[in-house]
């Protein structure tokens, strides 16, 4: 798995994953408060061709943490990274500290009305489509980020876009959730798609050390429409 890599070599690590329809630079903004740490950011979608699967894809970041010998490591997921970040946790517990999701998908999936999904999964090389996706979902995006994120998405394969929108909808299960032990935070927002009510049942009541935390005001990227609140929230965490 391709990845790059900033911030303090000699730094507590942290692993940073992004979601759907993105790469590692929507991480970008929140970075620059985090530079104490030594910072690995994974591309998900880069060279990636075949199947998709959230278990395939836990597993390819498992290696890529076992090969950078990542250690006591900061977990942050982003979306469908967050549905990642918490299989990692639960698969490999004793190389993470701290698991913080940012309006994660829910593990078992987000159903979604049909036409939407359609609308989601034929996405893939279309800007105009991506643009309705982050306009309905976003609240406090700068155009100059809108643009950037659309720059981002419409770079990925549409294949790509396709098979990793049904794995993050249809979800996986994992049994060793409950043996995971991490403190999680789930940072929830006005996500219109994601709003705290839903991740309070359907994620942080089913994990053993699990709380929410709230940034009003923005939508489904926080670390773009707000870093500053998820920076704070990032050094509470892991305190």
């Known amino acids: 798995m391709h990845y790059r890599e900033t911030g303090n070599v000699t730094g507590r690590p942290v692993l940073l994953i992004h979601g759907w329809m993105a790469g590692s630079t929507v991480w970008d903004a929140l970075l620059p408060s985090l530079d104490g740490h030594r910072l690995v950011l994974p591309e998900l979608w880069q060279q990636r061709n075949g199947p998709i699967s959230l278990g395939d894809l836990a597993t390819d970041l498992l290696e890529l943490v076992e090969r950078l010998d ?12 967050g549905q990642l970040a918490l299989l990692l946790a639960a698969t490999a517990p004793q ?19 049909a036409e939407v999904a359609e609308q989601f999964r034929k996405a893939g090389g279309r800007r105009d489509a991506f643009a309705g996706i982050l306009d309905a979902c976003c609240l406090a995006l700068a155009p100059e980020d809108r643009d950037r994120l659309l720059d981002e998405a419409i770079r990925i394969d549409p294949e790509v876009i396709a098979a990793s929108f049904d794995a993050w909808q249809q979800g996986t299960h994992c049994d060793s959730l409950q043996q995971a032990g991490l403190p ?6 006005d996500d219109p798609f994601l709003p705290p009510v839903l991740l309070e049942a ?3 009541q089913r994990l053993p050390k699990a709380r929410l935390a709230t940034i009003p005001g923005c939508g489904h990227y926080p670390q773009i429409e707000a870093p500053q609140a998820v920076a704070k929230l990032l050094a509470e965490s892991w305190q």
């Open 70 to 81: 990542l250690r006591d490591c900061h977990l942050v997921g982003h979306s469908m990274g």
């Open 184 to 189: 999680v935070t789930v940072v929830a927002t």
């Open 95 to 113: 190389r993470f500290a701290s698991l913080v999701m940012l309006n994660p998908v829910p593990l078992e999936g987000l159903p979604l009305p």
């Open 202 to 204: 359907a994620v942080v």
